[in-house]
């Protein structure tokens, strides 16, 4: 097992040990060896447009996570999609396979891309490596070894907002108790050891004097359970009211909608509130 260590690609190139697989879109090899002999073609004279790959790991992009595809911008224009598209686990290690569209030539260094285990240590793949990718679509395959049991998987360029939660055999409780609420405007965030688990967004309020319609917009990272009861409408007058349609929802990853509709409150509503986040997470009129 390691803890925030990455090997040294040049090393393990010189062993003969590089194992991780970077295909393009054809299926040939990044790493394909020339046949003997092999003379390449004079190199053209690059023009003034060409670029040169750029480090998805720079301080000049952004990124963005929506289900399992985190997208990294540079000045609001998108540079690559990075998806991850199958995860296998076992009780020591994983084995995950990204797909990354490139929108132009880039460069990764597979060795932050971290599994978080149960132990709370940060494991790299084997080996770690940097890969320069032409632009087009691409395959990346990450093996991970001698981990305590694996929690998640996070890429660190983006400081926490890429992370793919392992997603458990039954969803998650979103008002279990370990989990963290933070919010920010009418975003919350649910998170577990620092790894967001899903957004829940209020997009649209309408109220009357006895009653209100909410919209909540809810991206769910992995599967989750919401109960919806736990929506609370508080009136003038200090009562906390349930929406009609209070039940368990179950959410597969992705986005969703939750409307609900409260009638009858005993006062004009004042705020809407959260119950899991105690008092985090509260919408005022």
Do not use: C
């Amino acid at each position: 097992m390691n803890k925030l260590m990455t090997t040294s690609a040049v090393a393990l190139a010189a062993a003969g040990l590089i194992t991780a697989i970077v295909t393009t879109a054809g299926g040939a090899s990044a790493n394909e060896a020339k046949p003997t002999g092999f003379v390449p073609a004079p190199a053209a004279v690059a023009s003034a447009h060409q670029q040169g790959p750029l480090n998805l790991a720079t301080a000049q992009l952004a990124y963005v996570q929506r289900g399992a595809t985190v997208t990294a911008s540079k000045s609001g224009t998108a540079v690559a999609t990075i998806t991850l598209t199958t995860a296998t686990y076992t009780s020591s290690g994983g084995h995950l396979t990204f797909a990354v569209d490139a929108r132009r030539p880039v460069l990764i260094d597979t060795g932050m891309f971290i599994l978080y285990d149960v132990d709370g240590n940060e494991n790299s793949p084997e080996p770690s490596r940097t890969v320069t990718l032409a632009t087009g679509r691409h395959t990346l395959e990450l093996s991970y070894r001698g981990t305590a049991r694996p929690e998640a998987v996070g890429w660190a360029p983006a400081d926490g907002s890429a992370v793919w939660v392992r997603a458990a055999g039954k969803p998650l409780d979103l008002a279990a108790e370990q989990l963290a609420y933070v919010k920010r405007g009418a975003t919350v965030t649910a998170a577990k050891k620092g790894a967001v688990v899903a957004t829940i967004t209020l997009s649209s309020a309408k109220y009357t004097a006895s009653g209100a319609h909410v919209t909540f917009a809810v991206d769910a990272r992995q599967p989750v359970l919401v109960d919806t009861g736990m929506f609370i409408v508080y009136d003038a007058n200090g009562n906390e009211n349930a929406p009609e349609q209070s039940r368990a929802v179950k959410l597969t990853t992705g986005r969703h909608t939750l409307e609900l509709t409260y009638r009858d409150t005993t006062a004009r509503p004042e705020a809407i509130g959260w119950a899991p986040s105690d008092g985090d997470a509260v919408w005022a009129r």
